[in-house]
């Protein structure tokens, strides 16, 4: 089911977060300034994208499972507040079994910046869930590259099932 | 279907590179700029991801439906030819009819990097297809928006299905 993937990829990013944290470490200098660390100064930082990112997943996994999601404050400040929303907002994923999804695709999601519209249950995984998870993990990813953490596309991918053939 | 939704995504890019062109008329300075930038010196120019998307959704519709990828050279050198790859892709990607996935997930897939080994097909989408396009989309529009390129986030999702509700 594509919503354990977008979960798996957003597992992914704690060794993104291991890499930061290591080269903070080995450059000396302080995590936060990853975390606080923007591709253009009107674009989110670090922090925000991970944040957002779980949030994507927590809010497919509730709403296409007929849940209210869980609230998840915004208050990460280090990097291992930073895994312990991505473990939380997981667990909570995980915690859905696949037959609370038999009705995912005829629901209708409400979305709060549009007041008075619905997003059917397909769409929103499709055209939101899918699209907006990957672009803030990505963003994550693009934002510690370009600072020099040593990220590589495998990390992104995460686990990939090869087998002989 | 998923695919359609990344044939969707690569198509949003051509609004991105629309607006990467509008901003170097603009400023006065040759588009080949920003086609040739990267986010690191180690990590591909905007070029190398639009051509690595575009493979990544043909490669897709090709071994997923039973055929061979069409061959596509990576010899893009201006917007237009990157206009023009996107859209013999997406092309290439609509031409496949949906009864042609019957078989989708059971398929095997070789990978070039991964001698002897395959991937079921279904493990193929989720774990490849599908990431591997979005990493990709979303380099390009994080070369673009770091270099000041007004793309926004609706740019990269592209039109979603809102229905009054």
Redesign the interface.
């Known amino acids: 089911m ?1 919503s354990s ?1 977008c979960v798996q ?1 957003l597992k992914n990013l704690l060794i993104c977060l291991d890499k930061a944290e290591q080269y903070a470490g080995a450059k000396e200098f302080d995590t936060s300034v990853l975390l606080t660390s923007r ?2 100064p009107d ?1 989110q930082p670090l922090t925000y994208q991970v944040q957002s990112a779980c949030d994507y997943v927590k809010a497919a996994a509730a709403w296409l499972s007929g849940q209210t999601p869980p609230r998840h404050e915004d208050n990460e400040r280090t990097v291992d507040e930073l895994r312990a929303r991505i473990r939380k907002t997981a667990a909570f994923a995980e915690s859905v079994a696949a037959a609370q999804y038999a009705q995912a695709s005829g629901r ?1 999601v ?2 709060s910046w ?1 007041p ?5 249950g397909k ?1 929103y995984l ?3 869930t ?3 998870t ?2 803030h993990i ?2 994550a ?2 934002i510690l ?2 600072n ?1 953490v040593d990220v590589r ?1 495998q990390d ?10």
């Open positions: 594509m993937q990829s591709l253009a674009m209708e409400r979305l549009a008075g519209k619905v997003i059917g769409d499709l055209q939101m899918i699209p907006d990957y672009f990505a963003m990813y693009a590259r370009h020099g596309k992104f991918l995460g686990p990939i099932n090869l087998v002989n053939g």
